[in-house]
């Protein structure tokens, strides 16, 4: 399974936040429901082999991680407003999706059970080894930061573990778009 980690440093962690304003009340859970879909959709299908955890550090209940696997999601579609609405679904503890799970934990602690389950790090970001001369272990994890990128204490925490930083070259993409890039890499290796 490839696993995907967000560091959404401003997401909002209550269902308070309108559907209508997901970068302001959701604390740019447009960019949230953005990597969920391209971590996720293929056209028509879903990436089963694929899981996404957001790592939710905005007001007023931080952090909570709320997980999305590609192989258990029932009735959501790409769309962010549908994406958002589930993830306001789920804070509310009002409907559960089979694919979706929210739990009260840390970056830290979400990474340290990772770790202990023997799982090896890649950490996103343009300054680490090109991707193109790395020979990806199995069921990698990948850890991204938000638009304002990766918090330092959070990096230090991850190089504890097995690890290696990952480049997808030197232009700076938005979250999302690394997804992409990273899942085109791995279809075509
Ligand atoms: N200004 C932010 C910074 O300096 O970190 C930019 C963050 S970028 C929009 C969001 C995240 O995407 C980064 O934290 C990094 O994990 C990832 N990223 C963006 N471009 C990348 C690249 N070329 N290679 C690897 N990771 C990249």
């Not at 343009?126 to 918090?151: N, Q, R, S």
Request: hydrophobic share 40%; proline share 5%.
């Amino acid at each position: 399974m490839k696993q995907f980690i967000l560091y959404a440093r401003k997401a909002a962690t209550s269902p308070d936040f309108s559907l209508n304003d997901l970068p302001g009340t959701g604390g740019r859970m447009d960019l949230v429901a953005r990597c969920i879909c391209n971590a996720l959709w293929l056209s028509h299908d879903l990436r089963r082999d694929t899981c996404i955890h957001v790592v939710a550090c905005g007001s007023p209940n931080p952090p909570v991680v709320i997980s999305f696997y590609g192989n258990m999601l029932k009735g959501v579609s790409p769309d962010e407003r549908n994406i958002a609405a589930w993830i306001k679904k789920t804070l509310a503890l009002k409907r559960q999706n089979p694919g979706i799970m929210l739990r009260k934990l840390s970056f830290q602690e979400l990474i340290a059970e990772l770790a202990s389950d023997g799982k090896f790090f890649y950490i996103l970001d343009e300054k680490g080894t090109d991707i193109a001369g790395v020979t990806l272990k199995p069921d990698p994890v990948f850890v991204i930061g938000d638009h304002t990128g990766l918090p330092e204490e959070a990096t230090n925490y991850v190089e504890r573990f097995e690890h290696e930083t990952l480049s997808l070259g030197t232009t700076s993409y938005l979250a999302s778009q690394c997804l992409s890039v990273l899942h085109y890499e791995l279809d075509n290796k």
